[in-house]
């Protein structure tokens, strides 16, 4: 059989992608009791394609087959955040802070595809595949791709004095879904102290201001 005119076989084929894109994000806070505060985050971001396609019997060769396919994806992820903030002076010298706060996010990817042979060129969609033995397997599937999450604990103390001695602890337990079972989470705190020893009376902060500038 010999080729029909190029133009003629690219104007009877029918590829269609589609894509739709969108995020949002939203935040509440409101103050609980003096000092203490509560926020929430959450946002989504988003991206659905959908592509179809469709060859009549005389485009890519010289068979007698009419192909069309499916194929949709749905790739997103979300993120949620809710913590409690605390900052507080008593007597005006002693200042203490606090945070205590959730986090979680996730990624995904669903998607799919069917391809097949089509009974004949009347309705280019998959409504007229010609049964179920015209349908080809090896590009027919659905699966989730990146389909993982973050979730973490955390929290932070800070004590100071006078701006002179600080003191401030952290802790975080931050889980993945990438990880094994028996490793899937893992704790980190942390300690730390300072004192500002350039406000001490008699500590020669100017000598030292001078130095420094006559070196560099």
């Known amino acids: 059989r010999g080729r029909a005119n190029l133009l003629d076989e690219f104007g009877r084929m029918d590829v269609r992608d589609r894509n739709l894109r969108g995020n949002f994000f939203t935040y509440l806070e409101f103050d609980i009791v003096d000092g203490l ?3 929430t985050n959450n946002g989504i971001d988003f991206n659905y394609s959908r592509n179809t396609e469709f060859f009549p019997e005389a485009v890519g060769g010289q068979n007698e087959n009419v192909d069309a396919s499916f194929a949709s994806a749905l790739a997103y992820n979300w ?15 002693h200042v203490v802070t606090g945070l205590l706060g959730f986090s979680a996010q996730q990624w995904a990817r669903p998607n799919e595809r069917i391809e097949g042979q089509l009974a004949n060129s009347l309705i280019p969609t998959l409504n007229n595949l010609g049964g179920l033995e015209s349908i080809d397997l090896g590009n027919t599937f659905t699966q989730d791709q990146n389909d993982h999450a973050l979730a973490s604990f955390f929290g932070r103390a800070t004590y100071a004095y006078d701006d002179k001695y600080l003191l401030a602890t952290t802790y975080r337990r931050d889980g993945s879904s990438r990880f094994g079972a028996n490793n899937r989470w893992g704790t ?7 004192w500002v020893f350039s406000d001490v009376e008699g500590f020669p902060a100017r000598d030292i201001q001078w130095t420094l500038s006559e070196v560099f």
């Open 37 to 39: 505060k509560f926020r």
């Open 79 to 93: 993120i949620h955040e809710s913590f409690f903030n605390y900052n507080k002076t008593f007597g005006e010298k």
């Open 188 to 194: 980190f705190p942390a300690f730390s102290g300072a």
